[in-house]
């Protein structure tokens, strides 16, 4: 299943520490096939949308908690599984 993952970030100052070791388990995660896809919210930059190819919510929750930001207790992310539309 596919999984939208979503959270709003308000004091970037806290992810400073974490750059290192976020990139390091976001890479991990796509190399895995589970991250698909990662965006950054443009006009607010606080809001953030990852694209998660999982078995069910339970799955999403194991692999976002891969990550040190989740871990922590830094962030949390609200889920919603997503269908792709077929156009045409």
Do not use: C, W
Request: glycine share 6%; no cysteine.
């Amino acid at each position: 299943m596919y999984v939208l993952a979503t959270t709003t970030i308000d004091d970037h100052t806290a992810l400073i520490p974490y750059a290192e070791a976020e990139n390091k388990a976001g890479r991990a995660m796509r190399d895995d096939g589970v991250l698909i896809a990662s965006y950054r919210s443009g006009k607010t930059q606080s809001g953030v949308a990852l694209i998660l190819e999982v078995a069910d919510f339970d799955d999403a929750r194991r692999q976002l908690d891969r990550l040190p930001l989740v871990s922590d207790n830094v962030v949390t992310f609200e889920l919603d599984e997503i269908f792709q539309l077929k156009v045409g």
